[in-house]
């Protein structure tokens, strides 16, 4: 099997186990997802849902949260981890956003690329679950699920891996796919326990099973 056919055989199966599957993240507003986004490195999801309810409490628009102090947002964002750099990310985004983009996220790139605390799978993720656009996430399960499958061989820099996986996955597919991954990670494919390849519906086209 070509990596090509086992790349679309992977979404298929996937997408018929998770077939709802989308970011476990909440929000409302494309800035909300900005905002979770950043608080979500090294934080689970569940804990960042928390979080930023009380940060929307006192700072409900990017006008609010753009001129609030960094230090309180700090205060707010504390058990997400890593606050100081957190706060002062999303301080720093809600200004750009506000100051050359009229308070609305851009639907570039690029653009996204260039807003503090930004790197390439947030970008993804915005372009894909905000606006619809082709996008290739590479979190933590994505990298590991690849590898093992066998649709990249010992590739673990995230860049590689999504430019990798920008040749094997159709584009419409790339979005729910990478969503896919993070709920099979989770219950299957799993990172911190042996994965479960007796359970697994890849199990018997996956280079890793048994292994
Ligand atoms: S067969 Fe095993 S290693 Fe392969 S994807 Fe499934 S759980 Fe992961």
Known sequence: MT?????LETVGRLKQVYPDAGCTLDYNQAWKLL???RLAAQCTDARVNVVVQGLYAKYPDVQSLAAAPVEEIEAIVRPCG?????ARDISGCMKMLQEEYGGKVPDDFNALLKLP???????????GDVFGKPA?????HCIRLVNRIGLVDNMKDPKK???ALWKLIPPEEGSGFC??????????????T???CGECCLNDLCAKNGV
Do not use: F, Q
């Open 161 to 163: 891996v999504e430019m």
């Open 179 to 192: 969503h896919r991954l993070v709920y099979h990670g989770r219950d299957v494919c799993t990172a911190r």
């Open 3 to 7: 990596k090509e056919e086992l790349a």
């Open 194 to 196: 042996s994965p479960h």
């Open 82 to 86: 890593l606050g100081r750099s957190k």
């Open 136 to 140: 290739i996430v590479t979190d933590t």
């Open 35 to 37: 905002v979770s986004v």
């Open 117 to 127: 605390g930004v790197g390439r799978k947030s970008a993804n993720l915005i372009m």
